[in-house]
Structures are given as C-alpha cells and as structure tokens.
T-cell receptor, first 113, second 113 residues
Framework: GENVEQHPSTLSVQEGDSAVIKCTYSDSASNYFPWYKQELGKRPQLIID?????GEKKDQRIAVTLNKTAKHFSLHITETQPEDSAVYFCAASSGGSNYKLTFGKGTLLTVNP | GAGVSQSPSNKVTEKGKDVELRCDPISGHTALYWYRQSLGQGLEFLIYFQGNSAPDKSGLPSDRFSAERTGGSVSTLTIQRTQQEDSAVYLC???????????FGPGTRLLVL
C-alpha cells in the first residue's frame, strides 16, 4: 500500500520568514496530493491540493510543488504569520482507488511574532 | 450551508463496552469517510462509502469495528468491546464526488478507561 513520509515533524520560524514542508510517497500511481491544516482542537481543513498532471500550484502565500519522478511534493508558505501556526498534513491518494488518502504524520508549524 | 457534523463530541467509556459514533455529512455529498487520529499521529483511513456501492472496509483495524450508512446520508461507526488502544479522535469526512475535496467534521474524542 501507499506510504507517506513527512518532514520535519516540527518547524519553528520567525514571522515573515518562509516555511517548507516536504513529503515523499511510495505509490507511483498516486495522482492526488492534498494538504490539510489543523489548528489545535479543530478539524482538518484543505488549504491546497495538486494533481499529477500539474507541477506547481499557487494560492496567495501558499504553493505546492510536485516531482513525480522523485515521488515527492512540498508545501511552501511565504511571509508567514502567527495565524499560520498549526499542524499541517500532507496526503497522497492510493493509485488504485483515488478516494483513499494516506496521510503523513504531520508537521507542527510555529510562527513566532 | 451546514458542514459535516458528528456526535457525540466526547465519549468516555469503560473497557469492554460498545460505542456508537454518528456522522451527518454535507447534504448532497455522495462520498463519506471515517478516519482515526491518535495523539500525535496522522489520519488513519478506516472505511469509505460511495453512493449505493459496497463500502471499502479495508482500513478497519479489527472485526470489532463496523460502520453503516443509512439512506446514503447519516453514518454510524460502531466499536464493540472497546479496548484502551481504541482511544483516539474519530473523524468523519464527506465529499461531493469520490476524488473531490474532503470536508471534515469536528470529530469525536473517544476515551476508553
């Protein structure tokens, strides 16, 4: 089955700096890669996703890049703000059943004012 | 409109008792998912329902776990003879279509004493 590794597990940055979170996956047939943000005690919320026919996608301060050859994808947050502090999860679909997502273990991002 | 709702929000039970967790998906969403989130871990896929198709139960950890979805809407996750290792947050999600954005409920925090 699919295996998703996420790094780092914790990340601390100063407000205004950039943050990068990286994930690798094992199933070469995976074609859907969402990123979720989960604030403490809240539900996970989708912040951006990318499909395998696209190499990069941006939404304001957030961008995701995908390298299918290397089987890794990354989340980039620029101009970080304290409200970006949360746990971020990457996920990859299982190649044979696109609805089934395998999640990474999460990255706790802390943005220091 | 209303998002995904779950009940109860918290459940404390004794080892060996059965529990039922409820999920109300977003109206019109055909796909429904259950996940388990243990402390400090990512989301673990449990089961998937899509329309009238047979559910994908491949993520259920043991035969003590079962789920049903009545009328293509509300879903109930049942854990029989609960064990302490069942303690976790159980999250439900729904999506408009199988590979669409998954919208999560607030979760049920289960504690087995």
């Amino acid at each position: 089955g699919e295996n998703v590794e996420q790094h780092p597990s914790t990340l601390s940055v100063q407000e205004g700096d950039s943050a990068v979170i990286k994930c690798t996956y094992s199933d070469s047939a995976s074609n859907y890669f969402p990123w979720y943000k989960q604030e403490l005690g809240k539900r996970p919320q989708l912040i951006i996703d990318i499909r395998s026919n696209v190499g990069e996608k941006k939404d304001q301060r957030i961008a995701v890049t995908l390298n299918k050859t290397a089987k890794h994808f990354s989340l980039h947050i620029t101009e970080t703000q304290p409200e970006d502090s949360a746990v971020y999860f990457c996920a990859a679909s299982s190649g044979g059943s696109n609805y089934k997502l395998t999640f990474g273990k999460g990255t706790l991002l802390t943005v220091n004012p | 409109g209303a998002g995904v709702s779950q009940s109860p929000s918290n459940k404390v039970t004794e080892k060996g008792k059965d529990v039922e967790l409820r999920c109300d998906p977003i109206s019109g969403h055909t796909a429904l998912y259950w996940y388990r989130q243990s402390l400090g871990q990512g989301l673990e896929f449990l089961i998937y329902f899509q329309g009238n198709s047979a559910p994908d139960k491949s993520g259920l950890p043991s035969d003590r776990f079962s789920a049903e979805r009545t009328g293509g809407s509300v879903s109930t996750l049942t854990i029989q003879r609960t064990q302490q290792e069942d303690s976790a947050v159980y999250l439900c999600a729904s999506s408009l279509e199988p590979v669409g954005t998954q919208y999560f409920g607030p979760g049920t925090r289960l504690l087995v004493l």
